[in-house]
C-alpha cells in the first residue's frame, strides 16, 4: 500500500507521529500586555517601558496540574512551553540571568512545577526557546528588534558584542536540558532574515551545527525542529493548513503545524477571532490525513490561568477525542489508491489496518466509496459503535437505481441524523 514513508531522522520521532496531538504555551511578561506576544516590537518599547510588565508579572492562580489535566482531558499527548520568548524573559530560575520568573512577584521557578504536572499525565516534555532575545545587552539589532528604528540604540551596537550572547544561550540551552530530567523536543525559534540595513541572523550566528550537537549529547534521542536553519526531525508549517503532506526537496518529511485559538500566541484579551470547536476539530483530522501533527496554541493569562475561551474550546475537542481518538493515534495518510469522496477526510492506522471516514459535510442516507466493495469487512459508526449497512450493486434497490454504480462501489448506509458529535467518523475495518 502506497504510504508515504519520510527518511529517518537523528531523533526519536516513533512517539512523535503516534502521538499526533500536542499543546503549545506562550506565556511570558507579553501576557500582561494582552495584545500579542510581539507587544514589545509592536509598541517600539524599550527595555525601560517594558519593565513595568516584570514589575507587575504575579501569577497567582497558576496551577499547573490543571493545565496538565485540561490538556490531557483534550486528548493532547506532550507540550511544548516558551521557556524564553523573544522577550529574553525566562520562567525558569536560570543562573546566567535575573531576567526570570524568580525575580518578580511570582517569586519561583515557574517551569519546574509544569514540566512536573504534565510529566504526572503521561505527557511528553518540549521546550520553546527563542533564539531571538530583545532584553540581552549583548544581543545586535536586526530588522525584527524593537530598537530597529531607535537611531541611539543601534549606535551602540558597535559595543555588543553577539558572542557574548551565544555564549549565554548555548549556557542556558545547558541548562535547560541538563535540570528538567528527561526532555523530549527542543523548539528553537527562529532565524531571522537580513533587511536592506541589517544582517540576519541564522545558521551561523547561532552556530546550529554546534548547538545540535551539544543537544544531542544532553538528550539522545530528542527532537529538534527546523528553525535553526539546518532542518533536523520535524518541519513546523505555522498559522496555515498545508495542502498535503509536507515535502522538501520533493520527499515527504516528518511535520507539525502550529496553531493559535485566535491568531495571537501570547494572551490577547481583545481578539475576536476564535476559531469554533468544529473548525478546531477538522484541523486536527486534516492534519493527520496529510501525516502531520498538530500542535494547539494556549496563551495563559498573566494571573495563570487559561481564559474560558481556551477552556470552552478544549473541552469541546475533549469531547470528540474521548471517542474518536482512535482515527487520530497512530494514525496517518491513508494508502492513495483509497479515493476519499466529496466533503470527507481519510486517516488510516497501518498497525490494525482500519481505514477511518470523517465526514464533514453531513449527506442523505448514501456514502459512495469507489473501489472499495471488496476490500471492507466490517463498518460502524465510530461515537457508538453502531453498524453501518454495507450495500453492493447488487443489493442497492433504490427506484431508479443509480447508473453511477458499479462492481467495485461499497456503499454506506447513514442515519439520515447525523450523529450528535462534532464531525461523525465511520470505522472500517479493512480486510487483510
Ligand atoms: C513565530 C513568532 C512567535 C511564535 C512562533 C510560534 O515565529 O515569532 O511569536 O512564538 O512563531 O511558531
Redesign the pocket.
Known amino acids: 500500500m502506497n504510504i508515504p514513508k519520510p527518511d529517518p531522522t537523528p531523533g526519536n520521532t516513533e512517539w512523535f507521529v503516534h502521538d499526533r496531538f500536542g499543546l ?1 504555551i ?1 506565556w511570558g511578561l507579553y501576557s500582561l500586555a494582552a495584545r ?3 507587544v514589545k516590537k509592536y509598541e517600539k518599547m524599550d527595555n525601560e517601558t517594558y519593565e513595568k510588565y516584570f514589575k507587575h508579572f504575579d501569577p497567582d492562580l497558576y496551577d499547573p496540574e490543571m493545565w496538565a489535566r485540561v490538556a490531557s482531558d483534550a486528548g493532547m499527548k506532550y507540550f511544548v512551553v ?1 521557556t524564553k ?2 522577550e529574553g524573559f525566562c520562567l525558569w530560575d536560570s543562573k546566567l540571568t535575573d531576567y526570570k520568573a524568580t525575580n518578580t512577584p511570582a517569586g519561583r521557578d515557574l517551569l519546574r512545577p509544569m514540566v512536573e504536572a504534565f510529566r504526572k499525565q503521561n505527557m511528553k516534555v518540549g521546550f ?1 526557546y ?1 533564539l ?1 532575545d530583545w532584553h540581552h545587552p549583548h544581543y545586535t539589532v536586526d530588522r ?1 528588534h524593537p530598537m530597529s528604528e531607535n537611531e541611539e540604540y543601534i549606535k551602540a551596537d558597535k559595543d555588543r558584542d553577539i558572542e557574548k550572547y551565544i555564549e549565554y544561550m548555548y549556557g542556558q540551552v545547558r541548562e535547560l536540558l541538563t535540570e528538567y530530567g528527561k526532555i523530549d523536543i527542543m ?1 528553537f ?2 532565524s531571522v532574515p537580513p533587511s536592506d540595513r541589517f544582517p540576519g541572523k541564522g545558521k551561523e550566528v547561532w552556530q546550529s551545527e554546534k548547538l545540535i550537537k551539544m543537544v544531542r549529547e544532553l538528550q539522545p534521542g530528542i527532537l529538534i525542529n527546523d ?1 535553526l536553519q539546518i532542518d533536523q526531525d520535524i518541519k ?1 508549517p ?2 496555515f493548513v498545508p495542502r498535503g503532506w509536507v515535502k522538501v526537496n520533493g520527499k515527504p518529511v516528518i511535520w507539525e503545524a ?1 496553531h ?1 485559538f485566535s491568531g495571537s ?2 494572551y490577547h484579551r481583545d481578539e475576536e477571532s476564535w476559531k469554533s470547536v468544529e473548525t478546531l476539530v477538522k484541523m486536527l483530522i486534516d492534519t493527520v490525513s496529510k501525516g502531520g501533527n498538530l ?1 494547539l ?1 494556549v496563551g495563559p493569562t498573566a494571573r495563570g490561568e487559561f481564559d474560558e475561551r481556551a477552556l470552552d474550546r478544549l473541552k469541546g475537542i475533549g469531547e470528540w477525542m474521548k471517542r474518536h481518538s482512535r482515527s487520530i493515534y497512530g494514525c496517518t495518510r491513508a494508502p492513495e489508491e483509497f479515493k476519499c469522496p466529496n466533503d470527507c477526510r481519510y486517516t488510516y492506522n497501518p498497525k490494525t489496518n482500519r481505514l477511518y471516514l470523517h465526514i464533514f459535510s453531513w449527506p442523505f442516507k448514501h456514502i459512495y466509496l469507489d473501489g472499495m466493495a471488496d476490500k471492507v469487512e466490517y463498518a460502524q459508526l465510530l461515537n457508538d459503535a453502531s453498524e453501518i449497512k454495507m450495500l453492493y450493486k447488487d443489493s442497492f434497490s433504490m427506484h431508479g437505481g443509480d447508473s453511477l454504480i458499479d462492481d467495485s462501489t461499497l456503499i454506506l448506509q447513514l442515519p439520515v441524523k447525523k450523529p450528535n458529535v462534532t464531525v461523525p467518523v465511520i470505522e472500517l475495518f479493512l480486510k487483510s
Do not use: A
Open positions: 503549545f506562550h500579542h506576544e510581539w516558551t520568548h523573544h520553546y527563542s531571538l525584527c523548539w525559534d527562529f528553525r513546523t505555522e498559522q502550529c493559535t500566541w501570547g500542535l496554541n
